[in-house]
């Protein structure tokens, strides 16, 4: 599959990838003008399938690392991208033939957007992690053997870091030992790997999916029961599952912190409407971990737990939550990929000292004898 992404694209990615944040994944508006105006400019960009890349061609992923808070206040200067782009490929001795993305949640499903556009370089449809998490070992890269090394990193005043040879792990710890030194936020690459490689460790067709629901959601046009409809449509034909409907009500409680760089807390919802009498927590750090009633789990990490502000069915990031606030909560499955025992190690429940197993959210309906979306979701 071979598709020209065009400015027409652009805010329709943006808004479907705001969907597979979890409730991270940062605010995307800034990065998805800079992509705008970079696909303006530049011209297209080649989206290609990962069946499509060979063997041999090197494919690098790339992210912005740091706060999307400071990142919106230290603007981009559009070079640092492509910049360690090139670094890496001097440092490995390699070609790059195409980009990819870390992660497909929120900003950073623009950042290769912007790295293919600013570099003349196809984007293949694929990414690391089919949703958003914090550190860069939580990708499938890493669960399935990928070495992180070497990353290059660059910061806005074109200063360069690089990173030879350590464990994948101690790479996350460096990278944002030095993020933190420079101020915040840094562009970089990392885990080069082979088309062969792409194809195997990657979640496939997570660019293209954002796209669609982006494109579903915004017709909808903010309302959300139009909005489920859409979702569970566009779920129901990808590599994801139909999305379910927790509970809607207000938020009654909210305890959030800064605990290590990570936003951290928890959230109460008081139902209303049909689920008045009940009440749902949800435990975060950087993304949504965990949905439960008292104490029986609904969903997990790393299915992707959404909360939607009512009156606009919008997915609201845990930087946006506030008491009061009227809200649906959903559950989506996650792909099978983040759901293998090595992914699981990783981004499993058990890794966020949450539960010792993880349980597929629809087993965890089934036990609560929920339903999925009823009848009137599925026309």
């Not at 690098?60 to 782009?85: D, F, H, R, Y």
């Not at 606009?312 to 930087?319: N, V």
Request: net charge negative; charged share 20%.
């Amino acid at each position: 599959m071979k598709k020209q992404l065009t400015e027409q694209d652009i805010p329709y990615l943006a808004c479907g990838a705001r969907y597979l944040g979890s409730g991270g994944g940062g605010d995307s508006r800034l990065l998805e003008l800079l992509a705008l105006r970079s696909v303006r400019e530049e011209g297209p960009v080649t989206l290609l399938s990962p069946m499509a890349v060979c063997d041999e061609e090197w494919v690098v992923p790339v992210a912005i690392m740091g706060s999307p808070t400071i990142l919106n206040e230290k603007l981009l200067t559009q070079t640092e991208i492509p910049s360690a782009i090139n670094m890496l490929e001097k440092e490995k001795g390699i070609t790059i033939g195409a980009v990819m993305g870390f992660e497909i949640g929120g900003m950073e499903a623009m950042v290769p957007v912007l790295a293919a556009a600013l570099s003349k370089l196809p984007l293949l449809d694929c990414d690391g992690m089919g949703r958003a998490f914090s550190e860069l070992q939580m990708t499938t890269f890493h669960a399935f053997g990928i070495q992180a090394t070497p990353l290059t990193m660059v910061n806005d005043r074109g200063e360069c870091h690089r990173i030879h040879q350590a464990a994948n792990e101690q790479v996350e710890h460096e990278a944002r030992d030095k993020v933190i030194e420079w101020g915040g936020s840094a562009a970089i690459a990392g885990y080069p790997m082979q088309g062969r490689a792409v194809r195997e460790v990657a979640i496939h067709q997570t660019f293209s999916l954002a796209m669609r629901l982006g494109e579903a959601v915004k017709a909808a046009q903010a309302n959300i029961d139009h909005i489920l409809i859409a979702l569970n449509h566009t779920f129901g034909n990808s590599i994801y599952g139909r999305p379910c409907k927790l509970i809607e009500g207000k938020i009654v409680d909210l305890q959030r912190n800064l605990v290590g760089g990570l936003l951290s807390g928890a959230l109460m919802v008081e139902g209303t409407g049909f689920f008045v009498g009940e009440q749902m927590e949800v435990i975060f750090k950087n993304e949504y971990l965990l949905a439960k009633k008292g104490e029986r789990a609904l969903a997990m990490v790393p299915d992707l737990i959404c909360i939607l502000d009512e009156a606009t069915g919008s997915p609201i990031t845990i930087e946006e939550l506030e008491n009061h606030r009227k809200v649906w909560i959903i559950v989506i499955p996650s792909p099978l990929l983040l759901r293998d025992p090595k992914m699981l190690e990783i981004v499993g429940p058990k890794r966020f000292g949450l539960a010792t197993e993880f349980f597929p959210t629809e087993q965890l309906q089934i036990h609560e004898g929920e339903e999925e979306l009823d009848d009137s979701y599925r026309n």
